[in-house]
């Protein structure tokens, strides 16, 4: 679960647009994950989770889409808005009571 | 609602002196959790508690110390502060221990150790 350099990547996108972020995990026993916001100077705020026994699952304006077999995870974000931009990390739990384990994060840039 | 309070916010530490970091919770969760994030990183779990009474190591405990007060609060103990542990502390909650739960966040301590 070590994470990365010093640099997050940064995705920009138009307000308005539709976002995707993307998360690869590494554990095949990884059996929840959920999608976290993080603003500046701020705790991480929960978005939406999703279990192993999914592929998909949809909240207010964002969809998470799960891919075992690539271990891989990403977050839609629909019409994106200035609000939006943040660090959004995900996290998944091996199976191991609570224990999460987080990426570095993608930093999000919304212009107007 | 509260959710999840930490104290300080900030301090700034000499190298060898200690420190307690405070965090409560106002949502009855039976889990609490503390993490450190570094620059361009993601969390790492220092220690957990799965419920009052109970703590257990996570990735990154050595140089720390918990205690579970209570149900409410969770403390993080800095014994000898080194300017490795310059970080930001996140204290979380989540509801019930063992079951896939969501954790809530604090807003953090960042502490710096010069």
């Known amino acids: 679960g070590e994470s990365v350099g010093l640099h997050l990547p940064t995705l920009s996108v138009q307000e308005g647009d539709n976002s995707i972020i993307n998360c690869a995990y590494s554990n095949s026993a990884s059996d929840y994950f959920i999608w976290y916001k993080q603003e500046s100077g701020k705790g991480p705020q929960f978005i939406i989770d999703i279990r192993s026994n999914m592929d998909k699952r949809q909240g207010q304006r964002v969809t998470v889409l799960l891919n075992k077999t690539v271990k891989h995870l990403s977050l839609q974000i629909a019409a994106t808005q200035p609000g939006d931009s943040a660090v959004y990390f995900c996290a998944e739990n091996r199976g191991n009571f609570n224990k999460f384990y987080f990426g570095s994060g993608t930093k999000l840039n919304v212009k107007p | 609602n509260a959710g999840v309070t930490q104290t300080p916010k900030f301090q700034v530490l000499k190298t060898g002196q200690s420190m307690t970091l405070q965090c409560a919770q106002d949502?009855?969760?039976?889990?609490m959790y503390w993490y450190r994030q570094d620059p361009g990183m993601g969390l790492r779990l220092i220690y957990y508690s799965a419920s009052e009474g109970t703590t257990d190591k996570g990735e990154v405990p050595n140089g720390y110390n918990v205690s579970r007060l209570n149900k409410r609060e969770f403390s993080l103990r800095l014994e000898s502060a080194a300017p490795s542990q310059t970080s930001v502390y996140f204290c979380a909650s989540s509801e019930v221990g063992g079951a896939n739960q969501p954790q809530h966040f604090g807003d953090g301590t960042r502490l710096s150790i010069l």
């Open positions: 949502m009855n969760h039976n889990s």
